[in-house]
């Protein structure tokens, strides 16, 4: 006859201990899942990935054709291609840093976590791209990398045009300025002469025309030139008019 | 992140405008989806049917032998003294190279339009517009910064003559880091520093 009473007290025992690694195993990993969770993430949310699968998941009438998802992959493969590069220049500086003590191993474990995302992500868009046309798998990441080398191109070309616009506009002014304080400088000139000597005003005011052309044969507008001088020249017994030539000329210069 | 969570955004198609548009998006969310229904746009533009693109490798020869050609007339249009008309044909020819779909080479991008860049940036300062030459210049450095000495030359040189010295010196300093000491560069260097010395006197 088997002692049930004997028997029971090993198997007690037994169910006490599993029971007790069991409950400590499940406490374990729920307080390491919580903990993983609350690291903060990496990366910002992936949006051309929302957008891909937001896309994928409409229904009915507003199903989109094949050409929209192809490009949202494909927006979606780009940006991916800027996260495994951050990924992998990273990846060097952060374990060093970890070996010297300078960052916490929490940091490191966020980066692994990104990591391992990111891996998973690629392995993701390339199935998702053989299901839309096979074979596209394997080049998908050649075309999302040059898109992403054009993306900076463009950027920077769009900044420098920016850039370029603003230094022309400063550069015009500065010019106007010069040429103003130029011709300010030739008027003190004149009137100094002309105060000293009444008789050869003509004669300077003459004199003055060729220099001011000269001096601005190099900017665009010569045509206005001329006529600027012209009101000067016949009037050109007076201050007064010749001021004005000078003031026109300023006007004209800016323009 | 759970493999297959994600966000479900407020989406919508317009079949005749072919654009993805969202209500109410916020300016991340929505150059985003200019890009998208840019880049979508590109994509039925192709020729094959499937409408994916191809590979990087091999290029379509046609772009490249068009940017050639408006760079060539450039070239002459320069030669013959038409300053302006040889602007206006690079500016055509970099649009091009610019245009080029986003993705073939990038690489080729860079190389076509840094030529083309460099030499608008000396037909502009034909015409003495420093302004616009230092930034062509400065364009295709950005896009071919080692042996591309012609242009951290003009570049240099357009600072010069807008008199902007120091960031000419420094300019120079750079370029000549990058070509290690190209002959013109040398020159230009020793004349800003003269510049340069004269003007503290």
Known sequence: MVDWLGLAIPFAYLAVLIGSMATFSSLYRK????????????????????????????????????????AALLRRATEDIHRIIAVRTGKQACSNLLQRGSVGDELWQRFQRAERETEEELRDVVNEANGIQPGWGQ?????????????????????????????????????????????????????STSATMDAPV??????????????RGGSDDDAVLVEAGGPAAPGGTQQQTSGGGGGGKKKKGKK | MDALAFTQLPLAYDPDTKAVSSPSAPPSLAAELADLTALHKSLLALDNPSKV?????????????????????????????????????????????????????????????????????????????????????????????????????????????????????????????????????????????????????
């Open chain 2, 53 to 201: 693109p191809p590979p990087p490798v091999p290029v379509n020869p046609r772009r490249s032998a068009q940017i050639q050609k408006l760079r060539e007339s450039g070239n002459a249009a320069y030669r013959k003294g038409q300053h302006h008309e040889a602007v206006k044909l690079y500016g055509l020819g970099i649009s091009m190279a610019l245009s080029r779909p986003d993705w073939e080479p990038a690489s080729l991008v860079r190389e076509e339009a840094s030529g083309l860049f460099a030499n608008r940036a000396q037909a502009h300062m034909a015409v003495q517009q420093w302004a616009e030459g230092g930034g062509d210049a400065k364009c295709s450095v950005e896009l071919k910064k080692v042996g591309n000495a012609k242009a951290w030359w003009r570049r240099g040189k357009c600072l010069c003559e807008m008199g902007r010295w120091e960031e000419a010196r420094e300019w120079v300093r750079e370029g000549l880091g990058m070509e290690g000491g190209e002959a013109d560069l040398v020159a230009l260097s020793k004349e800003i520093d003269a510049a340069l010395e004269k003007r503290r006197k």
């Open chain 1, 202 to 215: 003509l004669a300077t005011n003459k004199g003055g025309a060729p220099v001011n052309a000269g001096t």
């Open chain 1, 31 to 70: 307080r390491k899942a919580a903990k993983a969770a609350s690291l903060g993430p990496w990366f910002p949310p992936h949006l051309q990935r929302n957008i891909y699968l937001s896309l994928l998941h409409l229904e009915g009438s507003k199903k989109v054709p094949d050409t929209v998802l192809k």
């Open chain 1, 139 to 191: 080049t998908i990441f050649q075309s999302a990398n040059e898109i992403a080398n054009h993306d900076l191109i463009r950027r920077r070309i769009a900044e420098e045009e920016t850039e370029t616009a603003r230094e022309k506009d400063w550069w015009e002014k500065k010019r106007a300025g010069i040429q103003s304080d130029f011709m300010r400088e030739l008027e003190d000139e004149k009137r």
